[in-house]
């Protein structure tokens, strides 16, 4: 179990260090097009969930939707604060 704050840290190292395997280096050097429509597809599964599916595979969906936000969010350079701000 892990809060959204230490999954942003996590992937910032995954950026940093690009150990091998890893699907936040792969997402990040796929570029902002690709990481674009994986959070719309996403987000669109989390729809689907919601109308469509168990408390269970909507949580799971959710979870990757803010997955793939993240990686948007390091690709471009952003931090957590520069999105706090606005909450
Ligand atoms: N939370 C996630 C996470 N959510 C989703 N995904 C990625 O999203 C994929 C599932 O997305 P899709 O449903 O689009 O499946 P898919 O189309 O078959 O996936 P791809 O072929 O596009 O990779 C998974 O296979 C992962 O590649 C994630 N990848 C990593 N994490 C976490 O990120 C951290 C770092 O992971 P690594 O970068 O892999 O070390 C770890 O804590 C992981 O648990």
Redo the contacts with the bound molecule.
């Keep these: 179990m892990?809060t959204f704050d230490e999954?942003f840290a996590?992937?910032q190292d995954?950026a940093r260090t690009r150990?091998e395997?890893?699907?936040?280096?792969?997402?990040l050097d796929a570029g902002v097009h690709a990481q674009g429509k994986?959070v719309l597809?996403?987000a669109g599964?989390v729809w689907i969930a919601a109308e469509h599916e168990s408390d269970e595979q909507l949580a799971e969906e959710i979870?990757?939707l803010l997955?793939?936000l993240q990686v948007i969010m390091l690709g471009r350079g952003l931090s957590l604060e520069d999105v706090y701000r606005y909450l």
């Design positions: 892990k999954l996590e992937l995954r150990p395997g890893s699907a936040t280096v792969a997402a994986k597809e996403e599964e979870s990757q997955y793939r």
